[in-house]
């Protein structure tokens, strides 16, 4: 979930031609929320939206091509046909905090009017909804939107938190697209921020035997009953391995080894790149550290399944790697309570 290949980002092109200006569809947030109807994105003409005033925190961003067919089923297209989406973003805040730091004050309450005829236009009932409610509602219904929604969540959220140049403090133009930042004062280039993480099945025993365990935490800020596999980030200068290893160590006590990489997940919230492992356990003294992790179960496939079908123990979200590390390990999916 969250990670599809359905959308051309162009990259290449991009850098030389600015692409927002040839795309047909656009994508508006409102407050880092999503228009959804029903399960499916809704999609303005771009052409048809009102112009909108110039917020360096804020600014359109190309997201790239999608097959036309899939996101404009009520006109025929060849299957090959792509169709370019950008995204823009709308602030129904007026947060003072946010008028100071990016230096604009929004005055956006006819654009917001005028957007939002549109959508009651396009798409009569529509609902506003963050990206994890929005997620849940798109699973296996249309990759396109997927990639789109995730695509946008992301560059909207470093857009606003990123204005300024940390060099100089200079308010930074945008270049290529959508997709860097450039410093009028000095020139430095800024580019979207990803943080890779790590998050890991740990397990014990004989692999596949009915005595295989896997390690749980719940972390402290959760309530009683929510577990998820451990993770943490990757530190500058550190191998994906290496952070494994410390991050399992310093919150469980574990000694791990046998690190195996099984595939990675776009989280943007707001800016993570999960990267799933699985891990055995070597030796050490497991025992949760009290600050991050508050408390560890290990659990075989039978406990796993019993005690999340009556609730004791809530699984980690569907659209979440998390839950796809789990439920690997089990060797099936699980239909117990989630979180």
């Known amino acids: 979930m969250l990670s599809t290949e359905a959308l051309d980002r162009r990259a290449v092109e991009r850098e030389r031609t600015d692409l927002r200006r040839g795309a047909r569809l656009v994508l508006v947030m409102l407050g880092g929320r999503l228009p959804l109807h029903g399960d499916r994105l809704v999609l303005l003409e771009r052409s048809q939206l009102p112009e909108l005033p110039a917020d360096p925190a804020r600014p ?8 036309a067919a899939a996101v404009l089923p009520d006109e025929e297209h060849d299957p090959q046909q792509r169709v370019g989406v950008t995204v823009r973003a709308l602030d129904d805040s007026q947060s003072a905090l946010q008028d100071t730091t990016h230096g604009v004050v929004d005055e956006l309450g006819q654009q917001i009017a005028a957007v939002q005829a549109q959508l009651d236009t396009a798409a009569p009932g529509h609902q506003w909804q963050g990206l994890r409610q929005a997620a849940l509602s798109m699973i296996g219904r249309s990759p396109e939107d997927e990639a789109l929604a995730v695509a946008a969540q992301a560059a909207m959220a470093w857009h606003l938190d990123h204005p300024r140049c940390p060099r100089c403090g200079e308010v930074t133009e945008v270049a290529r697209s959508g997709w860097i930042r450039v410093c009028p004062q000095d020139s430095s280039l800024h580019f979207p921020r990803t943080d890779p993480a790590i998050i890991v099945a740990v397990t014990d ?18 309530p009683e009953g929510r577990f998820s596999t451990l993770a943490g980030f990757v530190e500058p200068g550190e191998s994906i391995d290496q952070a494994v290893r410390r991050e399992i160590q310093e919150e469980s006590g574990a000694d791990v080894g046998d690190v195996r990489i099984l595939g990675s997940q776009p989280w943007p919230f707001p800016r993570s790149l999960m990267i799933g492992c699985t891990a055995r356990l070597q030796g050490g003294q497991v025992a949760p550290d009290g600050e991050e992790i508050a408390e560890l179960r290990w659990v075989t496939r039978e406990q796993l399944r019993r005690t999340s079908e009556v609730g004791e123990l809530l699984l980690p979200g569907r659209i979440s790697i998390a839950r796809s590390l789990i439920e690997h390990w089990n060797g099936s999916p699980l239909t117990g309570a989630e979180w």
Do not use: H, N, T
């Open 60 to 67: 359109e961003v190309f997201l790239g091509e999608v097959a």
């Open 205 to 222: 025993g004989e692999p596949g035997s009915d005595q295989e365990r896997l390690l749980l935490g719940r972390a402290a800020a959760w």
